[in-house]
């Protein structure tokens, strides 16, 4: 367990700056699954079931949000998360990434947060399943294809081949064997 943390239930608390809200926020989402805190930029980022949920900045929640959730934050009247940033030319710009503020009373209490905790989930899961899964070189059972013959092999050579670390003393016993002794 991470240093400054304890456990309660399916929330995993944090200490230090910023955590009383952090800690809060915890318990808002903590019906969804169980909950997990990370500093980062400042912040905090909170992880429902290992999904990526939402953002904590200055003091207030981000819930992730994509283009099927928009609209609902939109037509509530919900912040977008906004920050600055320096372009490549030097001129500061603001930037806004899809996470949004959910209406202000649903941060009294888990029931009135969970609709809106629901809403980020399926946005998280959305996004987890367009991303393309990693490809693989082997070839599945059953296909048709021919080696290939176009790569060269590449001699080993002593200076090429990889060193093996052996303990101190490591054939020894043979080498003695060997002689005799």
């Known amino acids: 367990m991470a240093r400054g943390t304890t456990t309660t239930g399916t929330v995993r608390r944090v200490s230090g700056a910023g955590s009383d809200f952090a800690n809060h926020c915890m318990e808002l989402l903590a019906p969804l699954g169980p909950v997990l805190a990370r500093r980062m930029f400042g912040g905090f980022g909170l992880y429902v079931d290992g ?3 939402a953002i904590i900045s200055r003091d207030e929640l981000y819930l992730k949000a994509d ?23 030097g001129q500061e710009a603001v930037a806004s ?4 503020r959910p209406p202000e009373d ?38 048709t294809a021919a080696p290939r013959t176009d790569r060269k092999e590449k001699p080993v050579t002593a200076a090429a081949a990889p060193m ?18």
Do not use: H, I
């Not at 099927?68 to 037509?75: A, G, L």
């Not at 990434?97 to 949004?100: C, S, T």
């Not at 399943?129 to 490809?135: C, F, L, R």
């Open 164 to 181: 093996v670390k052996r303990s101190p003393g490591a054939g020894r016993a043979t080498a003695r064997r060997k002689a005799g002794g």
């Open 97 to 100: 990434l899809n996470y949004f």
């Open 67 to 89: 283009a099927t959730s928009q609209p609902r934050y939109v037509d509530a009247g919900c912040e977008p998360f906004r920050y600055s940033k320096t372009g490549k030319d």
């Open 106 to 143: 649903t941060l009294e209490s888990p029931a009135l947060m969970l609709p809106w905790g629901r809403l980020a989930m399926e946005s998280a899961l959305r996004s987890v399943n367009a991303k393309p899964k990693a490809s693989t070189a082997k070839k599945s059972a059953g296909t």
């Open 51 to 53: 999904l990526f949920l």
